[in-house]
């Protein structure tokens, strides 16, 4: 039997350097891995520098030459380009350069949609897929059968290639109702953890910063954790009880990327919203990564379009296994920083002492002698809040403890205890 391997497509990988960006060719390794991750492979850079990209081309006439030439000497089928694309700018490079033409965009689009495993996150891609495609139905002419696989043809988009917009827009109109149901759920469980009083810390990050690899370190959770770009799209919760007794909640997002397209974010927004509602933050950060910086800006800026604004941030510099020398790395923004290795464990035993100050923060000093016939409030004490002081006597229980400001009603001893300001 003979075993035929399926080779990956041969990609050009097209830039545009506009004045005061320095970052081009860094976008331009990070595209090459997101082309990596869809299935392809870069044969060849292309970068030209403009005062503004071409409204028409995207690149120059010279350049479009270029990439032709350079397109038949590596046997490319196609060529990515680092920006999004408008249709006529899609449709102008497909009739000059008769291959098949991509946009940054539409590969993550496709990396969504092949990574995409609940219900909701296929719900949330393919919405994502037909809102890009809605503008540019004429945009794509004749390549709009895209059959031949390769990348950019994954999800539901290529059901019908024959939709036209009324189908779309149907379709758009049944998925916005499915995602309001998404998210009315999503109102009941964050309301459920309300009444629970269990705090809830959202871990977000680049993309592949290692977020899924510290959440399987903290909490034994077994979600997929690879060394590539968007490895877990669908959000994870696990409970996780820190050294002092307290019990809270981890829940691992999305990884942000640069150029995040917009369809993604407004799709995923229900997910995303996760941190708009944690009472913690931790930005887990790349620290091997030369573009560290660049990468910490991206997930501010994604945070701050999401309504993160107010959340305590703890930011986690990952990966300090492949850190060389000792680099000096900060966070100007954060509340508190830590080192770690979520690969090796390094760090973590510091990280959750810095969660459990963060946290306490926000808890109020409880001081009262229990009768042992109340003493079932002592569990709710001991699984919320943080116990500091437990002694048993002839008449009761002395407590000394912090807990949650909205639990305080429910276990104070009476009404003459008052809580005292937050640390």
Known sequence: MIELKKEPERVLLVGVSLPGRKDTEDSLEELARLAETAGAKTVGLVIQSREQVHPGTYVGKGKIDEIKDLLWEMDAAGIICDDELSPVQMKNLQDELEVKVMDRTLVILDIFAARASTSEGKIQVELAQLKYRQTRLTGFGTSLSRLGGGIGTRGPGEKKLEMDRRLIKSRIAQLNRELKEVKRHREIVRGRRSR??????AIVGYTNAGKSTLLNRLTGAD??????????????????????????????????????PHHLIEAFKSTLEEAKYADLILH?????????????????????????????????????????????????KADSTVRISAKTGEGLEELAGQIEAVLRQKNVLLEGLYPYCEADRLQLIRRYGKLEEEDYREDGVFVRAYVPADLYDKVCVSRQDSPNSPL
């Open 196 to 201: 629970n009083h269990v705090p809830v810390a």
């Open 223 to 260: 979600i997929l954790a690879e060394d590539k770009l968007f490895a877990t799209l669908d959000p994870t919760t696990r409970g996780l009880r820190l050294p002092g007794g307290q019990e809270i909640l981890l829940t691992d997002t999305v990884g942000f990327i640069n150029k995040l």
């Open 284 to 332: 887990v950060a790349d620290a091997s990564s030369p573009q560290m910086d660049i990468q910490m800006h991206t997930v501010y800026e994604t945070l701050y379009h999401l309504g993160v604004k107010d959340q305590p941030v703890i930011t986690v510099f990952n990966k300090q296994d492949q850190v060389e020398g000792d680099r000096m790395i900060r966070d100007f």
